[in-house]
């Protein structure tokens, strides 16, 4: 292989700081940012560093409210939703639990047709999932608010979980159906002269062997659903049902800005997140290349 | 049809003829094996896609929802939104927001992936772990980690600038509406930037090595080995990140609703912002919302047929 020259090497190391340094710098900010109390924040505006640190909040946020801790002796309001962290966590779970399980038990069955019936209107409905890849979100969720009000889904996780799995299910297919195309057919073929049906062929010897490709498939899944906003943002107005993105976006405008607090809530909301990409980044990585080029 | 005279050649179609007593026919067992998918599509996908072209020509506002009568209004909710100000702002902002997300995207994909595909240098491996981080960002938390980054007063930003003594006043980057709109492209460029270099990346591995040792024995410089071998061969996967980006970039949300709310002033108000604000916000006239989000749509579907008619692989 080629060797860069010395400079070259010096060059690249420094394009590498730079990149590493905008990657981590929102990073940064938002740990710096929640481990600090308000009056640190307003103490020196022109620090990086505040003068102490603390994880009072993360107290407030994790204590319902309960316990204010030091910093926040003083303070009279407190952002109501930020009392609502438990309960959006657990909703948050729930949903991207469900709408992963739903979009792999549905998309892989229709991947697996697909990817071996080959029926011309399959095909056509391969296609028609790319195009659905492409239809934004907001352009669904109004006819979706006036359906599902008059059908009297709006606040409910349910109407949330079935909302996100018929989006997210053409993505779902477009990752697997390559997946599933690139096993070979023999096992299946085998086990079916051994008298399984094809259902069954598919159930006991195609997906077992799919596993790598569920992964992919479902971390993706889980993302975007823990990730989502609109969907719960606008179907679900009471309290009991907010997702933990719907919390978040309730404190932007809030009559007082603890950028401390939201510091701190953000933290908590990107960690699971952060934690299962880097933990299954190879699935990730599989998944969106999947999921984009071939089918 | 080709495909089923195929089949009957393999094995497996000899021992299906002999189960052919208990087992379902293969068309049979595809329609039933998409019928979940086919009513949950039906009913979240296609529905409501007809649904807002339907409420895009119909008189829908709060009264008309408590009644559930929505009177036929023709082209009016059209005829309103094109003389909307507003909308043509949002328009030409998000053609804006957009040409700047993707391109900048583009350029920072191909060299960040140039730059982590480089095997002799050990800074490039700690880059090639970091740079899937932003993917598990939440857009929301994204957002509104830059809008602390951005803050005048209390701004993450300003205090590393004043720290290294680059400004001396600060800087109020997202509420000064001559550069707002270009505030809200980095945190979004951020966030989206690990796909496209994960599929740049993805498409330099599959270049043969062999052609880069072949034009360094021709004296190739760096510069040229890139301009006439690499960058040729990334062309497809380059036109496949600007399609899929440009259309994904029209419908920002997050960032907006999280650093600038459409602010200062209607400095950043972009098509998707407009339909939600029309439609969820006083007047809530969800008729012309609906007619807002159908351009958008019809928008990103011409990008949509692009990709399908010309980009997209199937399996063949």
Known sequence: ?295 | MVSNKASLARPEAVAAGARAGRELSRGWLAVLMNTPSLVMMALVLAYPIYYAGYLSFHKVGIGQLRTGEFPFAGFDNYLRLFDDQLFTLALTNTFIFTAITVTAEVVLAVAIALLINQQGIWTSRVTRVLILLPYAIPPIANGLIWSFMYSFQFGFLNRILFSLGIISEPINWAGNPDTALYAVTVPYIWRTLPFAILLVHAALQGIDKALYEAAAVDGATAWQRFRHITLPLLRPIIVVILVLRTSFAFAVFEEILAITQGGPGDATWVAAWYSYKTSFAPPFNIGVGSASAYVLALIVGLFAIVYVRFLYRRIT
Request: glycine content about 6%; proline content about 5%.
């Open chain 1, 1 to 295: 292989m080629l060797k860069p020259s010395p400079i070259a090497r010096i060059f690249l190391h420094l394009a590498n700081v730079a990149t590493i340094a905008f990657f981590l710098l929102p990073l940064f900010a938002v740990v710096i940012g929640a481990i600090q109390s308000e009056k640190s924040l307003q103490a020196d505006t022109r620090a990086v560093f505040p003068p102490e640190y603390t994880l009072d909040n993360f107290l407030v946020i994790l204590s319902g409210g309960e316990q204010k801790g030091a910093i926040f002796e003083q303070v009279t309001y407190l952002p109501d939703n930020i009392k609502q962290f438990y309960r959006a966590f657990l909703n948050s779970t729930v949903v991207a639990l469900s709408v992963t399980a739903l979009t792999l038990a549905f998309g892989s069955m229709s991947a697996y047709t697909v990817a071996r019936l080959r029926f011309r209107w399959l095909i056509v409905f391969m296609q028609a999932n790319v195009v659905a890849r492409f239809v934004p979100i907001i352009v669904l969720m109004i006819p979706l608010y006036v359906t599902f009000r008059f059908g009297g889904l709006l606040n409910s996780l349910t109407g949330v979980i079935v909302a996100l799995t018929g989006f997210l299910l053409p993505y779902a297919i477009l990752i697997l159906a390559p997946y599933f195309d690139s096993i070979p057919r023999d096992l299946e073929d085998a086990a079916r002269i051994d008298g399984c049906t094809r259902f069954t062929a598919f159930l006991r010897i195609t997906l077992p062997l799919s596993t790598p490709g569920l992964a992919a498939c479902g971390v993706i899944m889980f993302i975007i659903s823990w990730h989502e906003l609109l969907i719960p943002l606008i179907l679900n107005s009471k309290t009991e049902f907010m997702t933990l993105p719907v919390v978040i976006a309730s404190l932007v405008g809030d009559v007082h800005v603890f950028f401390n607090l939201m510091m701190a809530i953000c933290l908590l909301a990107l960690l699971p997140s952060v934690i299962l990409v880097l933990m299954l980044q190879k699935f990730v990585v599989q998944g969106l290349s999947a999921g984009a080029i071939k089918g």
